[in-house]
């Protein structure tokens, strides 16, 4: 089984509906993340949270919200979808000692 | 804030031929240079890192080497094979900070 598991792998929904994006993992990291990546972009930091009581705004946080239910689990929502926020999706842990950033294989988000 | 510049977008070599891919940042307080692969339908993978105490790394047929008086960064593969298709992220980080900020990536196309 994958150390990071998002799901839905794939969504396509229209403007306006609320969307959920999960994210979990085995790793037994307290560091947890959601990237945004858009092609020539590279990744965006959306959020990040350190433990189940810490949430820190990114790059580009205006239109996203974040959950962090347990050391094991963040969650992403898009309240009110709109076109420009298809993009591919990724939750990822960070190793504190080292900073390697371990990724989920992407959740990739279409809005018509 | 930090801001990392890759070069080139897309890259284009014969089997067996060299790759490089180069990086700037803007950052003074940065140390940890991370190189992440992403393979097709999968998330970024870290294949090399460096640390601003060191100028050179190498793994196999990967190097990345680091002027931090010039704020540059560069990955090298040698006799690139097929499977060495992919998009290359660079990164910096100040490991005692909390964000990576990626470069826009660069697609490297090994043609057979």
């Known amino acids: 089984d994958a150390d990071v598991t998002q799901t839905p792998r794939n969504r396509i929904t229209k403007t306006g509906k609320r969307i959920m994006l999960e994210c979990s993992q085995t790793?037994?990291?307290?560091?947890m993340y959601w990237y945004r990546q858009d092609p020539g972009l590279g990744l965006q930091l959306i959020y990040y949270?350190?433990?189940?009581?810490?949430?820190n705004k990114g790059e580009i946080s205006d239109g996203y919200s974040v959950s962090r239910q347990a050391q094991a689990k963040f969650s992403l929502s898009l309240e009110s979808a709109i076109p420009n926020q298809t993009a591919l999706y990724f939750c990822?842990?960070?190793?504190?000692?080292?900073?390697?950033?371990?990724f989920g294989e992407g959740s990739r988000l279409t809005v018509l | 804030g930090e801001n990392v510049e890759q070069h080139p977008s897309t890259l284009s070599v014969q089997e067996g031929d060299s790759a490089v891919i180069k990086c700037t940042y803007s950052?003074?307080?940065?140390?940890?240079f991370p190189w992440y692969k992403q393979e097709l339908g999968k998330g970024p993978q870290l294949i090399i890192d460096?640390?601003?105490?060191?100028g050179e790394k190498k793994d196999q047929r990967i190097a990345v080497t680091l002027n931090k008086t010039a704020k540059h960064f560069s990955l090298h593969i040698t006799e690139t094979q097929p499977e060495d298709s992919a998009v290359y992220f660079c990164?910096?980080?100040?490991?005692?900070?909390?964000?990576?900020?990626f470069g826009a990536g660069t697609r490297l196309f090994v043609k057979a």
């Open positions: 990822a842990t960070s190793d504190p000692g080292s900073g390697e950033l371990f």
């Open positions: 790793k037994g990291h307290d560091r």
């Open positions: 949270s350190f433990d189940v009581k810490d949430i």
């Open positions: 950052d003074s307080a940065s140390n940890y």
């Open positions: 460096i640390r601003s105490n060191v």
């Open positions: 990164a910096a980080k100040d490991t005692g900070g909390f964000k990576t900020i």
